[in-house]
């Protein structure tokens, strides 16, 4: 089992940044890709950055050159740094974690709303 919890979500201006962070618990030495995904108002979830264990990123073509993931595994988080925010870029925010040929187990998930 994994537990993920997101914080650091909230309101900010367009071209402002906020920093999510995923503290992590449970079987950490199994996980093999973290990742964040979104979810707007009537839209799919979706896919916004991931990194795997030998600290390899990637990213939505949306966020790119915007948003960073990184991680401390001395604290056991996992962050999303984002800058220069779009109203776009609204929706609710999900830390993930993969363990292959296990599944995946997901955080309750964290606010970000930009206005324009």
């Known amino acids: 089992q994994v537990q993920l919890v997101e914080s650091g979500g909230g309101l900010v201006q367009a071209g402002g940044s906020l920093r999510l962070s995923c503290a992590v618990s449970g079987m950490i030495s199994s996980i093999n890709v973290m990742g964040w995904y979104r979810q707007a108002p009537r839209k799919q979830r979706e896919l916004v950055a991931t990194?795997?264990?030998?600290?390899?990123?990637n990213y939505a073509d949306s966020v790119k050159g915007r948003f960073t993931i990184s991680r401390d595994s001395a604290k056991n988080t996992v962050y999303l740094q984002m800058n220069s925010l779009k109203p776009e870029d609204t929706a609710v925010y999900y830390c993930?974690?993969?363990?292959?040929?296990?599944?995946?187990?997901w955080g309750q998930g964290t606010q970000v709303t930009v206005s324009s």
């Open positions: 990194i795997s264990s030998d600290g390899s990123t």
């Open positions: 993930n974690a993969r363990i292959f040929a296990v599944g995946a187990y």
